[in-house]
């Protein structure tokens, strides 16, 4: 059985529910207190790549690094996406202002990490009137962005499409060396 370690970030604008996020999925918990994370949250996950056969067993070891999304900090995240193979960026389905920084954060990232892949997770989706959720899906796709795979209308509340979005950003990493 080998392991690999892969880094990932998370990445979004102050109070947007990245590290409810990773708490979700890390723990499989939820709470309603805020905690601001400040400078930066290390996290880690191993995922079982396992073979039905068992010959071919692989884990990956996601080391999720959850970063201040405060205005004053976003001068030096930048050093905390060095050697990044992947992202999940962050925006509050329910606040149009950090839906706007999306396409920022994503220039960002991939100025540091050209060839790292990322997954847009529009938080709090639960939120949202069930109507209008596939719009604001399509709206976010970032189809012309050759490194973005995805984009989840996700709820760390309720869990929604949480586990689904780090899979698939895992799958994609155990492609590249």
């Known amino acids: 059985m080998s392991t690999i370690a892969k880094k990932i970030c998370l990445i979004g604008d102050y109070g947007v529910g990245k590290t409810s996020l990773i708490r979700r999925f890390v723990e499989g918990q939820f709470s309603d207190k805020y905690l601001s994370t400040v400078g930066v949250k290390i996290s880690r996950k191993l995922i079982d790549f396992s073979d039905k056969d068992a010959e071919n067993t692989q884990n990956l070891q996601l080391i999720i690094w959850d970063i201040e ?30 839906l706007n920084h999306l396409s920022e954060h994503i220039k960002n990232f991939l100025a540091v990490n050209p060839k790292s892949y990322i997954i847009i997770a529009l938080n709090k989706s639960d939120l949202i009137e069930t109507e209008y959720l596939e719009t604001l899906r399509q709206l976010y796709q970032f189809s012309e962005q050759n490194y973005v795979i995805a984009t989840y209308l996700t709820s760390a509340k309720t869990g929604n499409n949480v586990e689904e979005l780090f899979q698939v950003l895992a799958q994609a990493l155990m492609q590249v060396n």
């Open 69 to 98: 999304g405060n205005n004053k900090f976003k001068s030096i995240a930048p050093s905390y996406f060095q050697g990044a193979k992947g992202a999940v960026i962050v925006g509050d389905a329910t606040v149009q202002e950090t």
